[in-house]
């Protein structure tokens, strides 16, 4: 969710520039409403934490439309989000597993691999949406992981995305085709057609299908997290769960990894979902962030999970 142009140290500027690929953004408090876009936030000398912070009039899982309370709080929470969202006709959302329960003190590293379907021209010039080396990392350190893949991502790295997909370690979820925005304003991405919002999910299920992943799971993050009521019903025939996050990295365009690192380990709680990217161009110190990320929160007592297994957990 970060965009891939190069940033410019003007503020103004680099607020147009934040606009392809974001991280996280605000989800929408006023019912049915686009997320606007929050002012960017410095952390240290770069905008690593950008876009990061809900609407203070939103309270955590907060509800959609008046219509839907985001799912949470693990399988129970899950199940009673998917019945608002079916009695409503909408996708359910969901945002982090328990709290507590049986499942001890976990968390689940996930990771948006972006690059939209214009995009190929830049990674022929040698633009690196791909890293290799964070993918190692996580074999190394055997941590579980949930990577969502656009499905120009996927064509354009098959090999890549077939390896993650047959790893037991990972689970693959859908991120879009195309990286467009399904509701607006979202940064400045380019809107979706309502009408082609079903289809660019199913051509992404079927593109990671194409590339060797043989079971992506029936989860999908929105680009830039943006999304609307119109944009969940538009999924429901999908059967899709939306997966939001409640620990924004700040890894896009950072240059600290320890910056990256401190502000996962600040904000994380049992049964996070945090949110980083496997992209070398825009984010290029997220591997190093993670190697210090996951033996830390192991010391405090963390496990790692994907969002399957934050989901089914009580």
């Not at 909408?90 to 507590?100: D, E, F, I, K």
């Not at 969502?148 to 996927?154: S, V």
């Amino acid at each position: 969710m970060i965009d891939f142009r190069r940033p410019r140290p003007a503020r103004a500027a680099l607020v147009a520039l934040l606009v392809l690929f974001l991280p996280a953004c605000a989800e929408p408090s006023a019912p049915s409403a686009p997320v606007r876009a929050p002012a960017a936030r410095e952390h240290s000398d770069h905008p690593a934490t950008y876009g990061t912070a809900r609407s203070p009039q939103e309270p955590e899982g907060g509800t959609r439309g008046g219509t839907l309370r985001e799912a949470r709080g693990g399988a129970r929470g899950k199940a009673r989000g998917e019945a608002k969202a079916a009695r409503a006709g909408l996708a359910p959302v969901w945002r982090h597993g328990a709290r507590r329960g049986t499942g001890g003190k976990r968390v689940a590293l996930t990771f948006d691999a972006d690059m939209m379907a214009d995009q190929h021209d830049r990674a022929d010039a040698g633009e690196q949406f791909d890293n290799p080396g964070l993918i190692a990392a996580l074999r190394q350190l055997k941590v579980p992981a949930t990577v969502f893949m656009t499905g120009t991502w996927a064509a354009r790295y098959p090999g890549q995305a077939r390896a993650i997909g047959r790893n037991p370690l990972f689970e693959v979820a859908n991120h879009s085709y195309s990286h467009r925005a399904f509701a607006t304003p979202c940064y400045g991405l380019p809107e979706v057609d309502p009408g082609t919002m079903r289809a660019e999910v199913e051509r992404t299920f079927a593109e990671l299908r194409r590339a060797g992943v043989p079971a992506p799971v029936p989860y999908f993050r929105f680009p830039g997290g943006c999304y609307d009521d119109a944009a969940l019903r538009a999924l429901a025939p999908t059967g899709v769960t939306a997966v939001q996050w409640d620990v924004p990295s700040g890894d896009a365009f950072a240059t600290d990894p320890g910056a990256v690192a401190e502000e996962v380990l600040t904000r994380v709680r049992p049964g996070s979902v945090v949110v980083l990217h496997v992209t070398r161009s825009a984010a290029p110190v997220t591997e190093q962030a993670v190697r210090e990320i996951v033996p830390e929160l192991r010391r405090r007592g963390y496990g790692f999970a994907k969002v399957s297994e934050l989901m089914a957990a009580r």
